[in-house]
């Protein structure tokens, strides 16, 4: 991801900060510095930076389940709206899927049950959800911070349970879905919750006044949309072999032609290069390129083995051309659907 540098590495796995991360620990310290002076600022940042600690743990509990299930984590990254996992590509079984997407909420819960183990029972004894979070909004203090940590993974495991795709709730989703349906219908359909559900949760932002809602609604609009996009073409592209993108019909050159009917063949042909071949050994390759110098500077009619850049003279580029059962074929192009990417928000 761009605009993001590496803090720190668990596993294998890179923890990176987005540049616009501090955006989020100024609104911090000025949400508690307004009320309560520079001692307030400084809490503010604090509580900021300790709720993306535990969003990073949430991020590694699913990173190293899945590395557990053979899957390669690439790195974790902070925004200013929460954490985003990127690994190489989904599971392929739905119990995998499952038990990956629970175990960011279950770090959450595992914190709140830690959490509430340190309060003494007289402290939380008749508090209710609402009076935990009135109380953690108080002055800054050591019991503030903590009751505002526990609410915060509260908040989080809770939230990210929603089945909107791509949230854990919505992967959840698509995972049991998954058992009776296959994967690609799954994911069409946890997709379409998803954006519901975000379209849902962003009107209410809108008439509400919560910008910052409305603003992670968008961003599950839009993963819910792009997940839909990657399954489907991983869909199509797994019913294609190779050859299937590659030209069967591919001319090619002996190392005795003359440039003269490479020039022919480059007119009436789509092919921007050519192989040089003897019996089943690849020579080299002309490129049109190669071909247009060659007019330019030499004179007459050369043979192309003249010109041709020579097979194995250039180590570090590997050629492009591979051979088949129905002769030398030039390279394919094929899109692949980029890796799968889990997020959790926190606002």
């Known amino acids: 991801m761009h605009w993001a540098f590496r803090v720190a590495r668990v596993a294998g796995i890179d923890i990176k900060v987005h540049a616009t991360f501090f955006l989020i620990v100024v609104f911090g310290a000025l949400q508690w510095g307004i009320p309560h002076g520079g001692r307030g600022a400084l809490f503010g940042a604090l509580l900021i930076l300790l709720l993306f600690f535990c969003v990073v743990l949430h991020e590694l509990g699913h990173s190293l389940v899945a590395k557990g299930f053979g899957l390669s984590p690439k790195q974790i990254v902070l925004l200013p709206i929460g954490g985003v996992a990127v690994m190489n590509r989904n599971p392929e079984k739905p119990v995998h899927e499952l038990v990956i997407a629970l175990a ?10 830690l959490l509430v183990l340190v309060f003494h029972t007289s402290v939380l004894a008749g508090l209710n959800t609402q009076m935990i979070m009135a109380r953690a909004g108080g002055p800054p203090t050591h019991e503030t911070m903590l009751l505002w940590i526990l609410a915060a993974n509260v908040s989080l495991a809770l939230f990210n349970m929603i089945p909107a795709f791509p949230l854990d709730g919505g992967r959840v989703l698509r995972a049991l879905l998954a058992m009776f349906m296959g994967f690609s219908k799954a994911t069409r359909a946890a997709a379409t919750i998803g954006q519901f559900l975000a379209m849902a949760m962003g009107l209410f932002a809108l008439f509400s006044g919560m910008l910052m809602m409305a603003l992670v609604a968008f961003f599950i609009f839009i993963g819910a949309g792009r997940e839909r996009a990657d399954e489907e073409a991983r ?12 030209n069967s019909h591919a001319m090619t050159l002996a190392p005795w032609d003359k440039v003269s009917h490479v020039v022919d063949l480059i007119l009436t042909s789509y092919q921007p290069d050519f192989a040089v071949v003897q019996g089943s050994q690849l020579l ?5 390129q190669d071909v247009l110098k060659s007019l330019v500077s030499t004179e007459g009619d ?21 051979r088949s059962a129905a002769g030398w074929r030039p390279p394919a192009s094929v899109w692949r659907p980029s890796s799968s990417r889990s997020a959790s928000w926190v606002w």
Do not use: C, E, H
């Not at 080299?284 to 049109?288: A, D, H, L």
């Open 104 to 113: 960011g909420p279950a770090v959450n819960v595992l914190i709140a049950g």
């Open 235 to 246: 869909t199509v592209l797994d019913t294609y072999k190779v050859g299937d993108a590659s």
């Open 284 to 288: 080299g390759i002309v490129t049109r």
């Open 302 to 322: 050369p043979i192309v083995s003249s010109m041709m850049v020579r097979s194995g003279s250039r180590p570090k580029r590997k050629s492009p051309w591979t």
